[in-house]
């Protein structure tokens, strides 16, 4: 099966590496066969930040999430901030659970983590609202959102899930968690190729479920209200 060879896997990643092909042409390989609404290197100017003070840029190398006219406008307009990546183009995927941030050449790895970290505690927020709409904030201490590392210098993919638990006695703002849950060689060989490449688009196919399911929850809840006024 071409879409699983190593061997193709490993000439889009070199390409990668040495600067001859686009990143673009290696996120297409990674997703294969996927109608998934994603962005590429889009800044995130439109959410509101997780911490105090100066933070760095926020531009995921990759992300999924839905498209902003399945959102009911009520939702929009009561959660856009956390919930509508972009400040200048609205008709971006809205709702990013799912990440994959490329380590760039002679980058700290922990550098990449901590990017990583941070978006998946962007999803996990914009999940929560959506989650808890209209209602007192809970906290079901499930992951809901994905992340993904990539460093095309080793061919390591590496997988986490982000999840918020209520805030400590010390705390107004939820904790944000994130958890490994596999790592992969992409380049060493067909099995672990292949099972990289299962594990990375099943994780795309599970977060696309849990961002529909509590869209569809909070239009719900929001068509409700528009009924009632």
């Known amino acids: 099966m071409p879409w699983l060879s190593p061997s193709l896997f490993q000439q889009k990643n070199e390409d990668t590496v040495s600067g001859g092909d686009s990143r673009g042409a290696l996120f297409a390989f990674l ?4 109608d998934i609404p994603n962005g590429q290197d889009v800044l995130f100017d439109g959410l509101q930040a997780m911490i105090d003070g100066d933070v760095p840029e926020v531009r995921p190398s990759f992300y999924d999430g839905a498209l902003p006219a399945t959102i009911d406008k009520r939702v929009k307009d009561e959660l856009g901030l956390f919930i509508i990546p972009s400040a200048v183009n609205p008709h971006f995927p809205a709702v990013p659970n799912f990440f994959m941030e490329f380590k760039a050449p002679n980058e700290d790895p922990d550098v990449a983590k901590r990017k990583a970290c941070y978006y998946g505690a962007l999803g ?7 989650q808890t709409y209209k209602e007192d904030p809970f906290y079901d201490n499930e ?9 095309p210098a080793t061919g390591i993919l590496e997988l986490y899930v982000t999840h918020p638990t209520q805030p400590t006695s010390t705390s107004t703002s939820p904790e944000y968690h994130m958890t490994q849950i596999g790592s992969y060689g992409l380049t060493d060989d067909i099995d672990k190729c292949r ?7 099943n994780a795309r196919d599970l977060a696309k479920e849990e961002r529909d399911r509590f869209i ?14």
Do not use: P, Q, W
């Open 143 to 151: 992951a809901h959102t994905f992340t993904s590392i990539y460093d």
């Open 216 to 229: 569809e929850e909070a239009n719900v809840k929001a068509r409700a209200l528009d009924t009632d006024e």
């Open 31 to 34: 997703c294969g066969n996927s």
């Open 124 to 130: 996990a927020r914009a999940m929560h609202k959506l």
């Open 195 to 201: 099972r990289g490449l299962t594990a990375f688009r």
